[in-house]
C-alpha cells in the first residue's frame, strides 16, 4: 500500500500535471491559504473501489470554477458560462487528476476501478466516508491567485 505522505505526493503531481496542461494554469500547494467564501462552493468527487477505495474531490468557490472552466475551454475572459459547462469542466478535471493518480500508484496498489464524476453545490462541502477511512486534504492555489482545495479519501483493501 502507498504512505500517505507518497499519497499526498502523488496527487499534488497529478494536479499539476492537469493545470498546467489542460487548464494552462501552474498549481501550487498553498501553506497558508484560506478558504474562499461567499460563492456556494462547487465539490467535483470521483470515487475508486480495488485494492485501494475511496474518493477524490476538488472543491473550490463559484467563481474559482467559472475561472477553470474558461482557460480549459480557452475563452476570453467574462465571456459567459452556463452552470453545467462550468461543472462539466470541474468534473472534468476530477476524472483527469484521479486518472494521473490511478497511473502513478499502480506499480503498488494495482485493480483501481473508477466511477463517473459527481458534482455538488453548496456551501461547506466535504467528501464523508465510512470508518476506517485516511484523508489528506490540501490546499492549493493557482492562475492569480485561485484557491481550491485537493482532497483524498482512503483505505487500503482489508484496511
Not at 475563452?75 to 461543472?87: F, I, R, S
Not at 506499480?107 to 483501481?112: D, H, K, L, R, S
Amino acid at each position: 500500500m502507498v504512505a500517505t505522505a507518497s499519497l499526498e505526493g502523488v496527487m499534488l503531481d497529478a494536479a499539476k500535471e492537469v493545470f498546467e496542461t489542460m487548464v494552462f494554469m501552474p498549481l501550487e500547494k498553498c501553506a497558508s491559504c484560506e478558504p474562499e467564501t461567499g460563492d456556494p462552493a462547487i465539490l467535483a468527487t470521483i470515487t475508486f473501489t480495488g485494492d485501494l477505495e475511496g474518493c477524490f474531490g476538488i472543491s473550490c468557490d463559484g467563481r474559482v470554477a467559472q475561472a477553470v472552466a474558461a482557460s480549459m475551454l480557452c475563452l476570453e475572459p467574462g465571456e459567459p458560462l452556463g452552470e453545467n459547462e462550468v461543472a462539466d469542466a470541474l468534473g472534468e478535471i476530477a476524472n483527469m487528476i484521479m486518472g494521473g493518480i490511478k497511473t502513478r500508484i499502480q506499480q503498488e496498489t494495482a485493480g483501481i476501478e473508477i466511477s463517473i464524476p459527481c458534482i455538488v453545490r453548496g456551501h461547506q462541502l466535504r467528501s464523508r466516508l465510512g470508518e476506517g477511512m485516511s484523508r489528506i486534504t490540501t490546499p492549493v492555489t493557482f492562475g492569480s491567485a485561485h484557491q481550491a482545495e485537493l482532497s483524498l479519501l482512503y483505505r487500503g483493501h482489508g484496511g
